[in-house]
């Protein structure tokens, strides 16, 4: 008897395939290239948050050059006994970033000073521009990072005691991405220098800065006294500190927002920016993102570096330096004098 032929019925075959690809996935789930995580060009982020902290200080200035009328609502006290205030300015600078982010970049975890109840209709917020003529000028190359290692920091508007003052110098709106809680763009616009028509700074660590940017190291001579700047509005027991680490001749400088003085001490107008009492994250991440694209350092008093992931506190206890270099050397010195002001 000869060999039998056996046909396969090709509907059938096909249904058998199926039924198994069915079951494969009901034990096991999809490949894990269904569930590929979303990825940011950081280039074209950094783009977006140059924009939007721009956007946001048109709003701020438009809303005090327009009126007297801040809306003011205070939010609570610091430490201190300072009033903590939110006005229609930091209301409409979040709106601005906070939205024009989700427009832009959907999913992306955003942490911001401010909050708001108010629906918005992402459609009617403005489109942004991915690609800025000066980030492709400055940086030739990129980096795409997943979602769930970004985190973006914004203050809306730094130094708003300050700015229902008209001292609006020290005003800036910051926006700072950190990756894996790691202070890697900072964006800082203040949107009333220069005749009010503002000036923006930027950097990305390890790639490029904004040519408005540069540092400068001053050198001193043997016998000239530290130059620090603190808190006009912070002080806590700041200024006996300084004086008590690094001498009585100690020049103690006086600025407001924490973007102004860590601009000032990588401009050489400060040594070292100190502050002894507690501190929030979003006032800080843009200004260390940039400090560190200069090679400077920002650490706690304890000289821990700040980790700026979305799950960590939000609030910085231990103090703050701020340098462009000789940074363990202050630390050192401030250490000492810390521990005889506590015995």
Known sequence: MGPANVRINPVGGAVFIALGVCAALYMFGLPDWFHREPRVSMKELLSVCIQLAQEGGKRVKDVRLASNELAENLKGKTDEGVKDVKTEGDTQSHRAIVYGLAKA????????????????????????????????????SDQSISNSKITVWVDPLDATKEYTEKKLEYVATMVCVAVDGHPTIGVIHKPFVNDNKGETVWAWVGYGKSKTLEAVKTEKKEGDPDRIIVSISHKGDVESVA???????????????????????????????????????????????????????????????IDYSSTTDKVVSDGLLVTLSNHFDYLKKLAGAMKKSDA
């Open 105 to 140: 970049f959907p999913g992306l975890k955003v942490i911001s000073e401010e909050k708001d109840l108010k629906p918005v209709n992402l459609l009617e917020i403005k489109d942004t521009n991915k690609h800025l003529t000066e980030v492709a000028e400055t940086i030739s």
């Open 243 to 305: 004086k008590a680490a690094l001498g009585e001749k100690t020049q103690v400088l006086k600025g407001a927002g924490a973007g102004y003085k860590t601009l000032e001490v990588i401009k050489g107008n400060a040594d070292a920016y100190l502050h002894t009492t507690k501190i929030k994250k979003w006032d800080l991440c843009a200004a260390n993102a940039i400090l560190s694209s200069m090679d400077g350092k920002m650490t706690t008093l304890q000289g821990d570096f």
